[in-house]
């Protein structure tokens, strides 16, 4: 099971949107509402924004989700200092090999 | 406050072994699935293992399977990680995460393991 493919790095100014791609196979990202995307800060414990594909945890509503075909979406408005983090996207796969697999994650950069 | 809090990482030459355990407190640990994900140094997050409430059930992935095994004791609100023939490649952060993909996703801070002779 290959990692989900990520663009590697995103960046954007303050109050500005971005959005990062997730691409994956018919076998996990386009069989399953279940991606996820989480947010990580290096040396502290990753954070889930969004889980089956649109929900969010908590409510910071400037993270949304969305996926279409073999591609899942995160869309972060209002850019925030704080944004500045790596994202990965996750999806359940189901299949021998890996039950999940995980993108190959963004760095996000605030300008 | 829901927290889980790893342990047991270090170094080990390959074709070692090590333990990891994975102390839950704040929530009732017996109603939840349970995974193990890590990252090696400069890469990004990969799924490791996964097991059910009540420990009947696990599954791996294909990189450590045969080698690692995953368990968990739920009078002890504890999980584990046994890890057997270790490789370089399985150095990384071993982090224990609660529901990988709900809304009641949590993840402990990591232990590191670090495979080297």
């Known amino acids: 099971q290959s990692a989900l493919t990520q663009p590697a790095s995103v960046s954007g100014s303050p109050g500005q949107s971005i959005t990062i791609s997730c691409t994956g196979a018919?076998?996990?990202?386009?069989?399953?509402?279940?991606v996820s995307w989480y947010q990580h800060h290096p040396g502290k414990a990753p954070k889930l924004i969004i889980y089956e594909v649109t929900k969010r945890p908590s409510g910071d509503s400037r993270f949304s989700g969305s996926k279409s075909g073999n591609t899942a979406s995160l869309t972060i408005s209002g850019l925030q200092a704080e944004d500045e983090a790596d994202y990965y996207c996750?999806?359940?796969?189901?299949?021998?090999?890996?039950?999940?697999?995980f993108g190959t994650g963004t760095k996000v950069t605030v300008l | 406050e829901v927290q889980l809090v790893e342990s047991g990482g270090g170094l080990v030459q390959p074709g070692g072994s090590l333990r990891l355990s994975c102390a839950a407190s704040g929530f009732t640990f017996s109603n939840f699935w349970m995974h193990w994900v890590r990252q090696a140094p400069g890469k990004g997050l990969v799924w490791v293992s996964r097991?059910?409430?009540?420990?009947?059930?696990?599954f791996y992935a294909d990189s450590v399977k045969g080698r690692f095994t995953i368990s968990r004791d739920n009078a002890k609100n504890t999980l584990y990680l046994q890890m057997n023939s270790l490789r370089a490649e399985d150095t990384a952060v071993y982090y224990c995460?609660?529901?990988?993909?709900?809304?009641?996703?949590?993840w402990g801070q990591g232990t590191l393991v670090t495979v080297s002779s």
């Open positions: 996750c999806s359940f796969a189901g299949s021998s090999t890996s039950l999940y697999v």
């Open positions: 995460v609660r529901d990988l993909m709900t809304a009641s996703n949590h």
């Open positions: 097991i059910n409430n009540d420990g009947s059930s696990a």
């Open positions: 018919s076998s996990d990202v386009g069989s399953y509402n279940l």
